[in-house]
């Protein structure tokens, strides 16, 4: 159980374009989602915590017009990279924390790779 | 501020034992987690501890002192596979997970 799936797993886009990826959980329902980004050979680097049916938390420094966060359901939430730029090149990682139980284990989906070109 | 320290990296011999220590000092504690992080994947669960002292699951354990802020991963016959990072993660008094930046494990055979 607990499965978080990413979509899509990689993809290259043109500089100024808009890319859309999604985080589902499969088999729970999730009252908290968080995106992460990670850049070769750094950590996670938190970049907003969102709760369904509510406005995304960002982390400083994260621009909240450039990533767009929408969590809709409490199996699915939505990261846009709006007007993306080379920059923006990373994997960008989402994980899913379970409605039920008293446990705060976050699980991870298989994370996506943006490639801005 | 809160702070997590683990070693950059370590290396290791196969069927050796190593100890991967993580110290912290977080605004409040409700846990801490060690994940494992290989190359260009998503981190996988490792182990939770909550409470002082050894958790044990095969050939992984964690232990856990909330005294001294401190943990240990410890990985018993190590395998080519483990070769990865391990990151270290607290749940604050907000239940946000604060990570450490992780520790490169290099198994050599």
């Known amino acids: 159980g607990a499965v978080v799936s990413q979509h899509p797993s990689w993809v290259i886009c043109k500089s100024g374009t808009s890319v859309k990826i999604e985080c589902r959980s499969l088999d729970f329902q999730a009252t908290t989602m968080f995106w992460y980004r990670q850049f070769p050979k750094q950590s996670l680097m938190l970049m907003a915590t969102?709760?369904?049916?509510?406005?995304?938390?960002?982390e400083q420094g994260v621009e909240k017009d450039k990533f767009l966060i929408n969590h809709a359901s409490l199996t699915l939430s939505t990261l846009t990279v709006t007007s993306a730029h080379p920059e923006d090149s990373s994997f960008y990682i989402c994980?899913?924390?379970?409605?039920?139980?008293?446990?705060?284990?976050?699980?991870f989906g298989p994370g996506t790779r943006l490639t801005v070109t | 501020g809160q702070n997590i320290d683990q070693p950059t990296e370590m290396t290791a011999t196969e069927g050796a034992i190593v100890q991967i220590n993580c110290t912290y000092q977080?605004?409040?504690?409700?846990?801490l987690f060690w994940y494992q992080q290989h190359a260009g994947e998503a981190p996988t669960f490792l182990s939770y501890?909550?409470l002082d002292g050894l958790e044990e699951k095969g050939r992984f354990s964690s232990f856990l002192s909330r005294s001294k802020g401190y943990s240990y991963l410890l990985l018993k016959e190590l395998q080519m596979k483990d070769s990865a990072s391990y990151l270290c993660?607290?749940?604050?008094?907000?239940?946000?997970?604060?990570w450490g930046a992780g520790t490169k494990l290099i198994i050599k055979p």
């Open positions: 993660a607290v749940l604050d008094s907000n239940y946000q997970l604060i």
């Open positions: 969102s709760n369904e049916g509510s406005k995304a938390t960002y």
């Open positions: 977080t605004s409040g504690f409700n846990g």
């Open positions: 994980s899913a924390r379970s409605l039920a139980g008293d446990s705060y284990e976050q699980y």
């Open positions: 501890n909550v």
